[in-house]
């Protein structure tokens, strides 16, 4: 069956630091693990306009469209893209509903403290920020290290959709050394991050920038 | 078609301040609005056991239990209760697709910023975090007073699944003061929660803990 190809919106520029943890990655890799063509287009960072809005109303990045479909909210995004991809989701019923149940865990046990962490600690400066949301963070990681420890990926012994989503979250955590004292859990992100897949969709993401970057300098 | 009832696992008792607020009254809600029967267990709040942390690798309630099937994360729970249930999602593939998006916009977009603002900010008395993720928070909820201008409901003119979970997200903004200056959304959640479902949920919750008391004190 050949599906027409979906596209994944996302920025035309961003400074250095977010270069490569921009998540349209994570729309990137799900297509490049399904085998699911994309193309992009991009939306203005700056001066963020009303048509941007009306695709996503807290005007962010990314946007998928599928057809008729217009879907934001990445988590939604990679499971969307996942439903019909057999090397994202698995058949059967009660591990479809847990590489859901991860994809939520994610996003919502894992990713507040680690977010808080880097925003509310390092991003803005706050020591005490930083060590609140650092104890809560690092309580989620033990615990997630231990469930990780028998398992090679996060539900029914292969690689979903959660495991693309899971390692989203951790990664700027890895990144920012947090899971130097969590060796299961940097371990998983080290396999996932190795798949071919993901390296594609990382060069893929960072080729758009300095494509982006060769833009800009020919317009001034 | 008659359901088997669901089991919802819960704490056997908690301190006043989250009353009305742990996170099984949203799996409650999501019964009494699809008339699936359900019936409530128990796992100890103080002396958390394996056997809670075998179905919660965060050691967290809720927990469902639906026939074989042993889930955590409220977001995935309140979906798998909707997906055969009129009541909580519509039949049409696109709209099934953005109660999804907007479960995940919820959990991943709306509720950090708000979780930040109150654990970072109020709970551990931290004024710049509460400034910081403040700020962020009513970004935010500005941009979904915006979305919500012309709605009732969050996706597709109806009441779903995805209301459920937004308004659990707000209801404890709301409830400290932060939806004042956002008036669309309050009267939304208002909205939402003078539903007799969301009624019978709350008090059956509040139930519990009453009886909660009540045997605790016979045990003394």
């Known amino acids: 069956m050949t599906r027409e190809p979906v596209t994944i919106v996302t920025y035309d520029w961003v400074p250095d630091f977010p270069r490569g943890y921009v998540r349209d990655i994570r729309a990137r890799w799900a297509c490049e693990e399904a085998g699911i063509p ?25 946007i998928l469209k599928d057809g008729d479909l217009t879907l934001f909210e990445s988590g939604a995004m990679v499971l969307h893209l996942a439903k019909d991809s057999p090397a994202l989701m698995p058949d059967d019923d009660t591990l479809r ?3 859901t149940e991860w994809s939520f865990a994610a996003l919502n ?3 507040p403290p680690i977010t808080g962490w880097i925003f509310g600690g390092k991003f803005k400066k706050n020591e005490k920020a930083g060590e609140d ?7 989620r990681l033990d615990q997630l290290d231990a469930y990780l420890a028998d398992k090679e990926w996060i539900v029914g012994d292969r690689f979903t959709a959660a495991d693309i989503i899971l390692t989203e979250v951790l990664r700027p955590a890895r990144d920012e050394g947090a899971l130097d004292r969590h060796p299961t859990t940097k371990a998983y992100v080290e396999r996932a991050t190795a798949r071919p897949a993901f390296q594609r969709a990382h060069q893929a993401q960072m ?3 300095t494509e982006a970057d060769r833009k800009r300098a020919a317009k001034t």
Chains 1, 2 share one sequence.
């Open 38 to 62: 994309y193309r992009t287009e991009t939306v203005p960072l700056m001066d963020r306009t009303q048509d941007h809005l009306a695709m996503q109303p807290f005007h962010q990045v990314p």
């Open 97 to 99: 509903t847990h590489v």
């Open 109 to 111: 046990s894992i990713e």
């Open 133 to 139: 949301f650092g104890g809560w963070m690092h309580q």
């Open 207 to 209: 080729d758009h920038w």
